[in-house]
């Protein structure tokens, strides 16, 4: 299909819309947090597990959702993703209590598993070669628009109608984005998948993550308990049973451990994981001391995060072509630095604060450090695995994200010293949240030392091949000889895949991103 076609334009406008719902709902819901509370009668545990419970099923079983579009139809699982999503998201704005609203918050992330892999999927697998690169660029284009204004509109809602209807938004777009789809989007599948899917694996991993995150929540009520150990030892035993399975299934597994074969691959993961548990921990307290202490109104305060979004949509297109000139290396390494000082400046938001003295410098260098290291993080990520394993590699990268966030949501007010109750008292909160920025900071200072000590320079010019050792020539990981890629440019040899998503917005987890497919190996 071609871009210029209106049946291309119909695919971009479907998938937009269909991944929209997700990237909105993963910021207008911070801004309603102490709304929701106030009007449930809720403690901070129920404010936790209204971001939890949503990005514990979706980290657990985004890549299960993108191996069943390839299987069944990339469309029929988009759609059933979007209505999915839409239903559960009723749900969650008609819910008359805290334990409502968290079950549902857990549908909406089966959906969004279901739908936010099959949107990308659907532009690879329609568009023409030639434009297929453009179709993705619009697609993450519009999707960063959309995640920009997210906290605004999220704002506008909770002070406007009320918070239920952040929930209630989504009901229109699905009304809107899957009678589309199955009008004008063609079906499309791969014809290689096969095997068994492997949703033990699935299961393990999400039940693992939710023992373990079940444990952190109740700590600062139940301390040293039975409520707290016995969880917390099942989520762990559930992660080694979650190893050996993936190990057992081999080529089946969800999650193949040999992907991590590949130094570079593991170091930059690792690096996600500080990332991303620092942005998720201070998203997620940001907007509470904006409107508890500060004072803000719930759309001030989401107006207020917007400059961190709008510099990434502007300069993450540079940012990636920096880091394609200079190396990895450098921007993975000043990026978290200065997402650090960004997080340590935000402790000024206090009492009284002005917004362009106070608040305005801190989310502009946190800003400028997401902008720096965001889009070579994704291109690192492609490139430090064979070319045909691009797509998995990034899907895992973003799982990884989306488990880090959840484990710092569950983790940073207990490690803050923050009450139950914390959110209803301005003197209370200011205490906990000054402790819980320098712990971000520490975090991301770790990333910054892992991403020096461990990320090659070279690794998007010479991407999964190995440099050879000194002593002489060596098997790389694909079973190649290891060595200069100009040696593997004489052989015929596939260069490192690079992304094909330009524009990063996404607070909550780097983009899918299947790399550029033009330079896949025939066949692959």
């Not at 819980?436 to 010019?461: F, K, Q, S």
């Amino acid at each position: 299909m071609r871009l210029s076609s209106a049946a291309g334009r119909w695919v971009v406008f479907t998938t937009v819309l269909g991944s929209a719902m997700a990237l909105l709902d993963s910021t207008v819901v911070n801004v309603a947090l102490p709304h929701i509370g106030l009007d449930l009668n809720a403690d901070l545990a129920v404010l936790q597990w209204t971001i939890n419970a949503y990005m514990l099923t979706l980290a657990g079983l985004i890549l299960l959702g993108g191996a069943l579009g390839d299987r069944f139809g990339r469309r029929k699982v988009f759609v059933i993703g979007v209505v999915w999503f839409s239903v559960a998201s009723l749900l969650c704005g008609l819910a008359p209590n805290a334990g409502v609203l968290i079950a549902s918050r857990a549908l909406q992330g089966i959906g969004g598993a279901l739908l936010t892999p099959g949107s990308l999927a659907l532009i690879q697998a329609t568009f023409h070669p030639d434009d297929r690169a453009r179709a993705v660029g619009l697609w993450s284009g519009f999707g960063g628009v959309g995640a920009a204004i997210g906290p605004f509109v999220g704002g506008w809602l909770v002070d406007g109608p009320g918070w239920r209807w952040v929930f209630f938004l989504n009901v229109p777009l699905a009304l809107v984005c899957a009678p589309v789809a199955l009008r004008h989007v063609p079906e499309s599948r791969n014809p290689r998948a096969h095997g068994r899917f492997d949703v033990l694996g699935a299961a393990l991993g999400a039940l693992a993550l939710g023992g373990v995150t079940y444990a952190l929540i109740a700590a600062p009520v139940a301390g040293v308990s039975a409520a707290v150990i016995v969880p917390a030892l099942l989520g762990v035993l559930l992660g080694v049973a979650f190893v050996y399975v993936e190990r057992r299934r081999a080529s089946d597994a969800m999650l193949p451990l040999d992907i991590f074969a590949s130094h570079q691959f593991t170091a930059v993961n690792a690096v996600t994981l500080c990332v991303y548990a620092a942005f998720s921990g201070f998203f997620f307290l940001s907007v509470l001391q904006l409107q508890v202490v500060v004072g803000y109104s719930a759309l001030a305060a989401g107006t207020a995060l917007l400059p961190t979004t709008v510099l990434m949509l502007l300069l993450s297109a540079r940012a990636g072509e920096l880091g394609r000139r200079i190396g990895p290396r450098i921007p993975l390494t000043v990026g978290p630095l200065l997402c650090a000082v960004g997080m340590l400046l935000m402790t000024r938001a206090g009492p009284g604060a002005v917004y362009w003295r106070d608040v305005l410098p801190a989310l502009l260098v946190l800003g400028l450090g997401m902008v720096t290291l965001v889009a070579p993080l994704t291109a690192t990520v492609l490139a430090s695995v064979e070319v045909e394993r691009a797509g998995l590699a990034s899907g895992i990268n973003n799982a990884a994200a989306r488990a880090a966030g959840l484990i710092s949501v569950a983790a940073l007010p207990l490690l803050a010293g923050m009450g139950p109750e914390a959110y209803r008292s301005a003197h209370q909160f200011q205490a906990t949240f000054d402790r819980a920025m320098p712990i971000c900071a520490g975090v991301l200072v770790l990333g910054a030392v892992v991403a020096w000590c461990t990320v090659r320079p070279d690794v998007l010019e010479q991407g999964a091949v190995e440099p050879a050792p000194a002593a002489g020539p060596a098997a790389g990981p694909a079973g190649a000889p290891a060595g200069a890629p100009a040696a593997a440019a004489e052989e015929g040899a596939p260069g490192p895949c690079r992304p094909e998503c330009v524009y990063h917005c996404g607070v909550g987890a780097p983009p899918l991103d299947p790399g550029d497919a033009s330079r896949r190996v025939p066949g692959c």
